[in-house]
């Protein structure tokens, strides 16, 4: 499995552009989970979906943050409109079974709003 | 509230020593326990899992432990290489699916 992708890699927008970014998830996984890294913050939990249906969002920061998941293999996270203190790098992981067997992450996306 | 602690921040040593990297969690109601590593500038790979009903885990020169009962984690790495060099991230799945980190702590391995 080529694990879990991520695209784009780097993204650099100006503010109060929508910002779209994109989950491919590991095939079998039954968990995905959004996170935000920054440097003051760490690593932090956006929201996470079982069997695609969200089961806790409570970690979207605005309204402006929304998450789909139309199927088992695709995941988007949506900012509009975005700002500057939004940047930071975004990792999509998934998981089997809840995390009993671990969490697998993808390579991230660095976004840049100016 | 979980929180997730890691000591030290930051951890310099000469090549070959054998080092321990600190993790600490406030609630022992955990479900797993898990080591990461993260480069500069990429994502994480996962290192070691411990499951709950575990006491530790071992790949190679990394061993990991777990008590539940006094809120602690090690990470152990023997015989450290320049190649170690990474920040290196705990995280404990707590409360359901959410898996709550530590800040980190960034390793130098001084050839």
């Known amino acids: 499995d080529a694990g879990v992708i991520q695209s784009p890699r780097h993204e650099v927008t100006e503010m109060g552009q929508e910002v779209t970014l994109r989950c491919k998830p590991i095939s079998g996984h039954d968990y995905l989970f959004w996170y935000r890294q920054t440097m003051m913050r760490g690593l932090e939990l956006l929201i996470y979906?079982?069997?695609?249906?969200?089961?806790?969002d409570s970690g979207m920061p605005e309204d402006r943050f929304s998450a789909k998941m139309p199927n088992a293999s695709f995941s988007t996270l949506k900012i509009q409109p975005s700002e500057p203190r939004d940047s930071a790098v975004y990792f999509c992981?998934?998981?089997?079974?809840?995390?009993?067997?671990?969490?697998?992450f993808g390579s991230g996306t660095r976004l840049t709003v100016v | 509230k979980q929180e997730v602690t890691q000591i030290p921040a930051a951890l310099s040593v000469p090549e070959g020593e054998n080092l321990v990297l600190n993790c600490s969690f406030t609630d022992s109601a955990i479900y797993n326990l898990q080591w990461f590593r993260q480069d500069p500038g990429k994502g994480l790979t996962s290192l070691l899992l411990i499951q709950s009903s575990q006491r530790e885990q071992t790949s190679g020169r990394l061993n990991a432990s777990l008590d539940k009962s006094s809120g602690r984690s090690t990470l152990y790495i023997a015989a450290s290489q320049p190649g170690d060099s990474a920040t290196y991230l705990c995280a404990d799945q707590w409360g359901a699916q959410k898996l709550v980190f530590g800040q980190g702590t960034r390793l130098t391995i001084n050839p």
């Open positions: 979906f079982n069997n695609n249906v969200p089961i806790d």
């Open positions: 992981a998934s998981s089997f079974l809840g995390g009993n067997y671990g969490y697998t």
